[in-house]
């Protein structure tokens, strides 16, 4: 993945200026098209403080023709972008208007990769990851303009190291105790270190499913969780 830095770079508003979050009020990756030919991080944010008069960019991500991501905001910064569900959301833009043309196939690995790498990181299934159509009130919004069954299915597990027992760190730690947590098995910290309480918590939740009970998640239990 080739990502740009453009954080403290673009233009934003002279006054104006977004609203924060902490990372665990993001429940969403929202995936837009830019519905114009061609554009950039630079002219978008232009657009939306020149002429909409937003505080900077709409999005976190924004992602060129060949696959080049530009970073635009922190996750925590609540930029506009999906209405009513900005504040639980982190949107990713594609170059291009996907109504008359396709994404580029580099565009789309990186839009894939972006979107598993923030998976991680966030603790967020593919079912959280939305066009901008599927948010509430925008089912008249064609945006993306492709298929998202199609993209969440390159989602599925791809890339994902199957095999987590005690002594194992991570993301995908932290993504399987947030899961054991909403699922009410009390796995501790959600620290990311596969520690004796998240094992006696997989073990509860591998009894309850009916399944191989080892205290390892391995394909079968994660399929089960996610
Ligand atoms: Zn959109």
Same mark, same amino acid.
């Given at each position: 993945?080739?990502?740009?830095?453009?954080?403290?770079?673009? @233009?934003?508003?002279?006054?104006?200026?977004?609203?924060?979050?902490?990372?665990?009020?993001?429940?969403?990756?929202?995936?837009?098209?830019?519905?114009?030919?061609?554009?950039?991080?630079?002219?978008?944010?232009? !657009?939306h403080?020149?002429q909409l008069g937003w505080? /900077?960019?709409?999005?976190?991500?924004?992602?060129?023709?060949?696959?080049?991501?530009?970073?635009?905001?922190?996750?925590?910064?609540?930029? !506009?972008?999906? /209405?009513?569900?900005?504040?639980?959301?982190?949107?990713?833009?594609?170059?291009?208007?996907?109504?008359?043309?396709? @994404?580029?196939?580099?565009?789309?690995?990186?839009?894939?990769?972006?979107?598993?790498?923030?998976?991680?990181? *966030?603790?967020?299934?593919?079912?959280?990851? *939305?066009?901008?159509?599927?948010?509430?009130?925008?089912?008249?919004?064609?945006?993306?303009?492709?298929?998202?069954?199609?993209?969440?299915?390159?989602?599925?597990?791809?890339?994902?190291?199957?095999?987590?027992?005690?002594?194992?760190?991570?993301?995908?730690?932290?993504?399987?105790?947030?899961?054991?947590?909403? *699922?009410?098995?009390? @796995?501790?910290?959600?620290?990311?270190?596969?520690?004796?309480?998240?094992?006696?918590?997989?073990?509860?939740?591998?009894?309850?499913?009916?399944?191989?009970?080892? /205290?390892?998640?391995?394909?079968?239990?994660?399929?089960? *969780?996610?």
């Open positions: 993945m080739k990502i740009t830095d453009k954080r403290t770079a673009l @233009p934003v508003h002279g006054t104006r200026r977004y609203r924060q979050r902490t990372q665990r009020q993001i429940q969403f990756i929202a995936l837009h098209h830019s519905a114009t030919v061609s554009g950039s991080a630079e002219a978008f944010a232009a !657009y403080v020149n505080p /900077g960019i709409g999005y976190h991500y924004v992602i060129d023709k060949k696959g080049g991501i530009s970073w635009c905001h922190p996750l925590e910064t609540i930029s !506009y972008h999906v /209405g009513r569900s900005n504040g639980a959301a982190v949107g990713i833009c594609l170059v291009g208007d996907f109504r008359q043309e396709r @994404p580029q196939p580099a565009q789309r690995t990186a839009a894939v990769e972006l979107t598993k790498s923030l998976m991680n990181e *966030l603790g967020i299934t593919k079912e959280k990851v *939305l066009g901008h159509q599927e948010f509430p009130g925008y089912q008249w919004k064609d945006c993306p303009a492709f298929s998202m069954s199609d993209f969440r299915r390159e989602l599925t597990n791809a890339g994902l190291k199957l095999l987590f027992s005690r002594g194992a760190t991570g993301p995908e730690v932290k993504a399987i105790q947030q899961r054991l947590k909403e *699922l009410g098995y009390s @796995p501790g910290p959600i620290d990311g270190i596969f520690g004796p309480q998240t094992a006696a918590a997989v073990i509860r939740f591998q009894q309850q499913a009916g399944i191989t009970v080892d /205290g390892i998640v391995g394909p079968e239990t994660w399929g089960r *969780l996610f």
